[in-house]
């Protein structure tokens, strides 16, 4: 098992800044590959971006390719997901996602957090 847990959403004005942070406990962390998602009202839930075991391969989709960067530090059981330029399309609830393999597909990811609010005012 393991349990995620997402923190550092909040209220932004358009082209303001956000990081998300998900702290990981449980089984071993660099296990596994990561995701960040993201669920808007009405709208499947996506992919926004993705980062394997050592944090050598990524994925982002792309609406937010030169926005959005993901990192790891494996050492300290935590994914980041550093949010620049946002847009008022980017409202949506952010969560974290951990899968034994490398995926972007959302049925794929084992474990979920609970999820954080991320509102981007205009």
């Known amino acids: 098992q393991v349990q995620l847990v997402e923190s550092g959403g909040g209220l932004v004005q358009a082209g303001g800044s956000l990081r998300l942070n998900c702290a990981a406990s449980g089984r071993t962390f660099s296990g596994y590959a990561m995701g960040w998602f993201r669920q808007a009202p009405g709208k499947e839930r996506e992919c926004v971006a993705a980062?394997?075991?050592?944090?050598?391969?990524?994925y982002y989709t792309a609406s937010v390719k030169g926005r959005f960067t993901i990192s790891r530090e494996n050492a300290k059981n935590t994914v980041y997901l550093q949010m620049n330029s946002l847009k008022p399309e980017d409202t949506a609830i952010y969560y974290c996602?951990?899968?034994?393999?490398?995926?972007?597909?959302?049925?794929?990811?084992?474990?979920w957090g609970q999820g954080t609010q991320v509102t981007v005012s205009s």
């Open positions: 980062i394997g075991w050592s944090g050598s391969m990524s």
């Open positions: 996602a951990a899968g034994s393999t490398w995926t972007i597909r959302t049925f794929e990811y084992e474990y």
